[in-house]
């Protein structure tokens, strides 16, 4: 399994990027797709889930009211919505897959390559 991630890039504070991850295999109804971020010298940190077993999502209390995570299941896609985006939002995003619930990257066992996200004040 591959898990693709794009559309990172560069945007000013306030402004929005929607992220991809797109999985080269099928996702199950069992599996749970998260997404990561991580600044150098500092570990990877949870920013929300989505289950695939009915589309429910968690997120971190950082992020919540400003990122959604949808998914298109035909296409074995995840998606990142990010808006109102703050400088302290800058990081790698990953996405990645779990077999159960997890908001710990340990939990995870398939990562995507990461996608820079800078936001600049």
């Known amino acids: 399994v591959q898990l693709q991630a794009s559309g990172g890039g560069l945007v000013q504070a306030g402004g929005s990027l929607r992220l991809s991850c797109a999985s080269s295999?099928?996702?199950?109804?069992?599996?749970?797709m998260g997404w990561f971020r991580q600044v150098p010298g500092k570990e990877r940190d949870f920013v929300g889930l989505?289950?695939?077993?009915?589309?429910?999502?968690t997120y971190a209390d950082s992020v919540k009211g400003r990122f959604t995570i949808s998914s298109d299941n035909a296409k074995n896609t995840v998606y990142l919505q990010m808006n109102s985006l703050k400088p302290e939002d800058t990081a790698v995003y990953y996405c990645?897959?779990?077999?159960?619930?997890?908001?710990?990257?340990?939990?995870?066992?398939?990562w995507g390559q990461g996608t820079q996200v800078t936001v600049s004040s």
């Open positions: 989505i289950r695939w077993n009915g589309a429910s999502t």
């Open positions: 990645a897959r779990a077999n159960g619930y997890s908001t710990n990257w340990r939990g995870y066992n398939y």
């Open positions: 295999g099928r996702i199950f109804s069992s599996h749970i």
